[in-house]
């Protein structure tokens, strides 16, 4: 946790030129779990996902980007389409932390000097780093194994973004996180001592979705978009 820290401080401390253009703000959308828990869709966001948002915009095409996003992630088996998981009839809740660094792409030239409306669909993409409670299922309860756990994951987010009124940008944006864990729903214990209880399909690890909007201030001075 403290080299991806560090990372992020050097990532966000690079200096281009001496003219640069930032944007801050949040984030605020749902979540929903991609496990052996719950509904299968893969978006339909069923709990409140909140955080901060970063750019800092290299070029017209592409910006360096960092966020922190909390949601209460849940997942119900009475929402699944599946008759064994409607049977089971699992609850699950938890709360998540995500850390993300990474960088954005526009398919079109966003330029935040140009005095027009700018408008642009992305992609994103980077690492993350995900902190969840550790919890496993007796007779069908959710039991807390009293810890937690930190891992990482790669988002993968595709959205749209405008810039319409004055120095605010606002963008809708869909993203999946692959981790690399398959114990964020509960399905396998953390503990050695508690993996019988673990069920669903071992090979396939966790995901979980953002969807939701974003809303940034850009200020700094206009970039030359050259290497120094």
């Given at each position: ?22 944007e ?7 979540s ?33 980007r ?39 792409f ?9 005095g ?31 810890k ?26 869909v ?8 114990e ?22 966790d995901?979980y ?10 200020f700094?001075?206009?970039?030359c978009?050259?290497?120094?």
């Open positions: 946790m403290r080299h991806l820290t560090l990372l992020i401080i050097s990532i966000l401390s690079i200096h281009f030129c001496e003219a640069q253009i930032h801050i703000g949040g984030f605020a959308g749902g929903n779990l991609i496990g052996d828990v719950g509904s299968t869709e893969y978006i339909a966001p069923n709990a409140p996902a909140l955080g901060l948002l970063y750019r800092w915009n290299r070029s017209t095409r592409h910006s360096w960092a966020s922190i996003i909390y949601s209460d992630l849940k997942a119900y088996d009475s929402k699944s389409e599946d008759p064994r998981r409607i049977q089971r009839d699992y609850d699950f809740d938890s709360n998540l932390l995500e850390i993300s660094a990474g960088m954005e526009t398919f079109l030239d966003f330029d935040l000097h140009s027009k409306k700018e408008f642009t669909p992305y992609l994103y993409s980077g690492i993350s780093t995900v902190h969840y409670d550790n919890y496993y299922f007796v007779n069908g309860s959710q039991t807390s194994e009293n937690s756990s930190w891992d990482f994951a790669i988002p993968m987010a595709i959205g749209v973004k405008a810039k319409i009124i004055g120095n605010f940008v606002v963008g809708i944006e993203g999946a996180r692959y981790t690399f864990t398959d964020i729903d509960g399905s396998m214990p953390s503990s050695d001592n508690l993996q019988q209880y673990q069920f669903g399909n071992i090979n396939n690890n995901w979705m953002f969807s939701g909007l974003t809303l940034t201030y850009t700094g001075q206009n970039p978009y050259c290497v120094k």
